[in-house]
């Protein structure tokens, strides 16, 4: 009798010990593909998307004591694509693994360099970059090229734009046998803050008109913005957001990044005095702010630190968390260093790794973070009197399928269709609609609303 409590207890605490392995934000905010989302694509001069066959957002999750791997093809749910700056590639399913660390800790050593490539992860299995490309001023030729001097250093997010998606992405290209081989896929990625280019106040590219698409969030000012994804020093990344004070009080503002452009016409030295060789001089070829050196830290200029982060209460980690922001400015256009700054805060120990080498435990989310709770969701319509196109955009991050009616108001159905997990915006073509009053219906789980909307021309 004594040996079968003995063993009842040993399975008791053992339960519990697996329950709360899988608690916290770091199980429980990612976007977990169980409906078979698919991947879409817009090719140049088409409007209208084509279907992928690879799956979107996370496939899963595992962990171990100090580890989560999340599973992906790196693929979003929104339509990506495409590319008008020329880029061959198409993103492609890179059935990517990425380790990130469950315990965070400081580096009280030197702080590691973000790199080329991936920084982190956001919470649908996409890559994070940070604000490089591979480009760099060459003195002898005087051009940027890839694997330049590596002095003066291009910054993505200015030097491409023309390149990114609606939704501000692109990928960089996968060759069979390194550089120079065969073309034979894309990495899509996202160096900067995940939402849509005519979601901005002020949008600084015209992508939008022709591909309709979205984003991972929906900027919303009154809010605290959601978590995002996740750095390889396992410290989350939140959008663009936050509470005024770091305890939590103060209301919501824009969490604004601490760098400036620099107040230069020579590109001679580095903000801390560094003499370096010569960069180009500014320019209308060459403006400032094309390269992250033209940048500086000024400690208390904005909210954060030189790692675009800092410690700080938020929604899901009530008692505080260092933290990064994908930082905006005033317009809602992506502001350096974008997400995280020239070095990580935290020890650096998670990355994209080619396989798990440490024994693991498959992630089962429960029901409740699968299922939207009633009054948990909201989204607004846009134009509203409508004309040949209307528009329903959910706020914040949307954890799961969105199912969407369209009535007349005498209560028939008109037309369903879906807002998939991990995106944010779904569009009805209004052009056969008669004009008048119609209610569009949204319900996930427990949650539902009504929205009317008026057809007029």
Excluded at 450 to 457: G, L, P, Q, W
Aim: aromatic residues 10%; charged residues 15%.
């Amino acid at each position: 009798m004594k040996l079968r409590k003995s063993i009842l207890m040993i399975a008791g605490v053992a339960a519990a010990l697996h329950m709360q392995a899988q608690t916290g934000p770091v199980f429980t905010s990612w976007l977990i593909n169980t409906t078979g989302i698919t991947g879409r694509h817009y090719i140049s001069g088409s409007s209208t998307p084509v279907s992928d066959t690879y799956p979107a957002n996370v496939q899963s999750i595992e962990y171990a004591t100090a580890n989560v791997y999340v599973k992906s093809s790196g693929i979003p749910s929104y339509i990506v694509g495409p590319y008008l700056d020329g880029n061959p590639s198409l993103a492609t399913n890179n059935n990517h693994i990425f380790k990130v660390p469950r315990n965070p800790a400081p580096n009280t050593g030197t702080h590691t360099t973000t790199p080329l490539g991936s920084i982190g992860v956001f919470i649908n299995g996409v890559p994070m970059y940070d604000c490089k490309d591979a480009f760099s001023y060459k003195a002898s030729t005087g051009t940027n090229v890839q694997m330049g001097d590596g002095v003066w250093n291009r910054d993505a997010i200015v030097a491409e734009r023309t390149g990114f998606d609606c939704a501000k992405g692109h990928p960089s290209p996968i060759f069979a046998g390194g550089p120079g081989g065969t073309l034979v896929g894309g990495t899509y990625h996202h160096h900067q803050n995940p939402t849509a280019f005519n979601l901005d106040i002020v949008p600084v590219s015209s992508v939008c008109d022709l591909y309709l698409a979205d984003g991972l969030y929906s900027i919303n000012s009154g809010t605290h913005s959601p978590l995002i994804g996740y750095a390889f020093d396992g410290y989350p990344v939140y959008g663009a957001y936050g509470y005024a004070n770091s305890d939590g009080t103060g209301g919501i503002v824009r969490i604004k990044s601490s760098y400036k452009l620099r107040s230069i016409t020579a590109r001679t030295h580095y903000a801390d005095g560094t003499d370096v060789a010569d960069g180009p001089a500014v320019s209308s070829t060459f403006p400032l702010g094309i390269y992250r050196e033209d940048y500086e830290y000024v400690a208390g200029y904005g909210d954060l630190d030189e790692h675009n982060g800092r410690f700080c209460v938020t929604p899901e980690y009530p008692s505080g968390t260092y933290c990064y922001f994908a930082t905006v400015d005033a317009n809602w256009n992506s502001a350096y260093p974008y997400i995280i700054g020239p070095t990580y805060y935290g020890v650096v120990s998670g990355g994209k790794v080619n396989s798990i080498t440490e024994t693991t435990m498959p992630y089962t989310p429960p029901t409740a973070v699968t299922t939207m709770k009633k009054g948990s969701l909201d989204a607004t319509i846009f134009p509203n009197p409508a004309g040949d196109i209307i528009a329903i955009q959910i706020q914040g991050i949307l954890t799961t399928d969105v199912n969407m009616t369209l009535y007349d108001i005498t209560g028939r159905q008109i037309s369903t269709s879906r807002i998939n997990q991990g995106s944010t915006i779904a569009y009805i073509d209004a052009r056969t609609l008669y004009n008048g009053d119609y209610v569009v219906r949204l319900t996930s789980g427990d949650a539902a609303i009504t929205k009317k909307v008026t057809i007029s021309r």
